[in-house]
């Protein structure tokens, strides 16, 4: 099975602006995998400064999928994100 890294940001600015309900989404995900039949596991690291963001605050919260960055990340863009990634193959 392949696996999929994803960093979440959990520095305070990017806890305050959403990070954990991303969190929780990409468990969702994690939940639905088999129902879906994804062959790829998701792997979540909570972490802190995971970006070369100097604007920290504006960019919150953060979350790196696969190496690439998304600033101002929501539940659907990073669901959204890792989606498109593991049906591409
Ligand atoms: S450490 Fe979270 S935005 Fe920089």
């Given at each position: 099975?392949?696996?999929?890294?994803?960093k979440v940001c959990v520095c305070t600015h990017c806890v305050m602006n959403g990070a954990m309900d991303i969190v929780e989404?990409?468990?969702g995900l994690?939940?639905?995998k088999n129902q879906l039949?994804?062959?790829?596991?998701?792997?979540?690291?909570?972490n802190e400064c995971i970006?070369?963001?100097?604007?920290?605050?504006?960019c919150s919260p953060i979350?790196?999928?696969k190496g690439e960055c998304i600033a101002n990340a929501t539940s659907e863009t990073v669901t959204a994100k890792?989606?498109?990634?593991i049906t591409k193959g």
């Open positions: 099975m392949r696996s999929l890294e994803v989404s990409i468990e994690q939940k639905l039949r994804f062959n790829t596991a998701v792997k979540i690291i909570a970006c070369d963001k100097t604007e920290h605050g504006e979350v790196s999928v890792i989606i498109s990634i």
